[in-house]
């Protein structure tokens, strides 16, 4: 990993407004894309795509990068890929991430820090998810269309599995502890999940846009974003939100409201909340006071 600088910078249950303070870690990115983080607090180290010439490799001028960031320093891990769009970590430290436009999973290992390709042959490969060996990926062909090509998939033991097929926009993926997955399926504006033994069921109906989504450590709190107005703040009309909701209630918290495009969202050990603003060129940690 390079060092380039040193910072400088529903339904039906009832919505309460979070205690939430908001603060941007980094600025003047180029289209920050997917975030994962690890660690807390002072040793949190966050890692996000930035993707300013989606579908542009890096031979034809293309300036996607992969990159992280700690309190102290941010640099690149991975230059001149088409389009990086999501990433996850494993528990052992190791980084998956999808590159969209072309149809790969690639992933850098925590020991050596060397980049490789994971699995290839996909088919617009979006959101990405780890439960011990296993990823859970979903790919997006068809984005929109309900009964088309669009795959929620789990890859474990060098064999890829399709879990559901045929959802609009199964957008992003976060699986739990028991290996629940759960996902965002952005223009049917809800949010599904499917239990080991394989039973789908809604989690969330009539959102407006889901498109981010993470749990935290305990697997007790889901965390998404909804933007149905990407690029505009609330200060110009727009109605961009992030959400929390408990898992074990049903309630529903507003974290932030106004973000001009809140994309993808991630959860550290210690309970602060983290998003990419893409439009924007921002990552915002919100913890609680």
Wanted: hydrophobic fraction near 40%; proline fraction near 6%.
């Amino acid at each position: 990993m390079k060092v380039l600088s040193t910072l400088s910078v529903f339904v039906a249950a009832s919505v309460s407004m979070a205690d939430f303070q908001t603060t941007v870690i980094a600025s003047g990115l180029a289209s920050p894309t997917g975030i994962a983080v690890s660690g807390a607090g002072g040793g949190t180290t966050v890692y996000f795509t930035q993707v300013p010439t989606p579908g542009v490799p890096g031979s034809m001028g293309g300036m996607n990068s992969v990159n992280f960031l700690t309190r102290t320093s941010m640099g690149v891990i991975s230059m001149g890929e088409p389009e990086p769009v999501n990433l996850a970590l494993s528990n052992r430290g190791d980084l998956y991430w999808t590159c969209r436009t072309a149809g790969v999973i690639l992933g850098m290992d925590h020991r050596t820090h060397e980049v490789g390709l994971v699995l290839g042959g996909l088919d617009m490969p979006t959101g990405i998810a780890t439960y011990k060996d296993e990823l859970f990926f979903t790919q997006l062909p068809t984005p929109g269309v309900p009964g088309g090509m669009n795959t929620v998939n789990r890859y474990a033991d060098g064999v890829v599995t399709t879990l559901t097929m045929g959802e609009p926009e199964p957008t992003d993926i976060a699986v739990d502890n028991q290996g629940t997955a759960y996902w965002t399926c952005k223009s049917a504006g809800v949010i599904l999940k499917r239990t080991r033994d394989g039973a789908v069921s809604l989690v969330r109906g009539m959102l407006d846009n889901p498109t981010g989504i993470a749990l935290d450590k305990s697997g007790r709190s889901l965390y998404f974003t909804e933007v149905p107005t990407p690029g505009i703040p609330g200060s110009m009309g727009g109605t961009n939100k992030v959400w929390r909701h408990d898992l074990r209630t049903g309630g529903l918290e507003l974290v932030h409201a106004g973000d001009p495009e809140p994309r993808d969202i991630a959860v550290a050990a210690d309970g602060a909340v983290y998003w990419t603003c893409t439009s924007a060129g921002v990552i915002v940690r919100a913890a609680r006071n």
